[in-house]
């Protein structure tokens, strides 16, 4: 049964660090991961998506990388700001039959003060 | 391009009652799946649909609750006879194909 394990659960920075999320799943077999954010209340929006073919993605001051092998994945946020400010889950699919559904972790809730 | 649509965005229901949570995925997408957040805790998957089938509820409950993704209109997730241990976010995502999917902004239930 494939869990996802995300670390730390939540974390406090000054505005301006760089920092990284962590990402852990148990069964290697994956079809892709992908990392959210989601504000108090809100939605889910896709931040970026990793197939299990890929090492990383990238999107403006955020990249993601995915070792399949060894089960792991991390968030890389760059000069960060209060407006990233928010939970960041990252959940992944498996690679057997037909079915896209996600495995959620609990998510790290990341606080970046002014 | 509009988003996944979700509506309501609030429900209450008296225990008892029926909630009817409606979902509308992105243009040209046909894959649907409900996701459920209960207070404190992770997003859990509930039902995967295609217009017209039902390809994976093995997170749905077994009694009370039931999903359609009929060939018109939008997808549907239905509970009956709530109970106060249904009071959550209900998420709806759509793809297409298999890939990457798009997060509605939810419907929130409460059962009093």
């Known amino acids: 049964k494939q869990e996802v394990t995300q670390i730390p659960a939540a974390l406090s920075v000054p505005e301006g660090e760089n920092l990284v999320l962590n990402c852990s799943f148990t069964?290697?077999?994956?079809?892709?991961l992908q990392w959210f954010r989601q504000d108090p209340g809100k939605g889910l929006t896709s931040l970026l998506l990793?197939?299990?073919?890929?090492r990383e993605q990238t999107s403006g001051r955020l990249n993601a990388s995915l070792d399949k092998s060894s089960g792991r994945s991390t968030l890389y946020i760059a000069a960060s700001q209060p407006g990233d400010s928010a939970t960041y889950l990252c959940a992944v699919s498996k690679n057997s039959g037909n079915t896209g559904k996600l495995i959620f972790g609990q998510g790290t809730t990341l606080q970046v003060k002014p | 391009n509009a988003g996944v649509m979700q509506n309501p965005r609030h429900l209450v229901r008296r225990r008892g009652q029926e909630a009817r949570l409606r979902c509308s995925p992105m243009k040209g997408h046909s894959h649907v799946y409900w996701y459920r957040q209960l207070p404190e805790e992770g997003l859990k998957f509930m039902v995967y649909?295609?217009?017209?089938?039902?390809?994976?509820e093995s997170g749905m409950p077994k009694e009370r609750f039931s999903a359609e993704f009929p060939k018109e209109g939008p997808s549907i997730l239905r509970i009956q006879q709530v109970v106060r241990g249904d009071s959550a976010a209900y998420f709806c995502?759509?793809?297409?194909?298999?890939?990457?999917?798009?997060f509605g902004p939810g419907t929130r239930l409460t059962v009093t």
């Open positions: 990793i197939q299990s073919s890929q």
């Open positions: 649909l295609q217009k017209e089938n039902i390809i994976d």
């Open positions: 069964d290697s077999a994956i079809y892709n």
């Open positions: 995502a759509s793809s297409l194909l298999s890939y990457e999917q798009y």
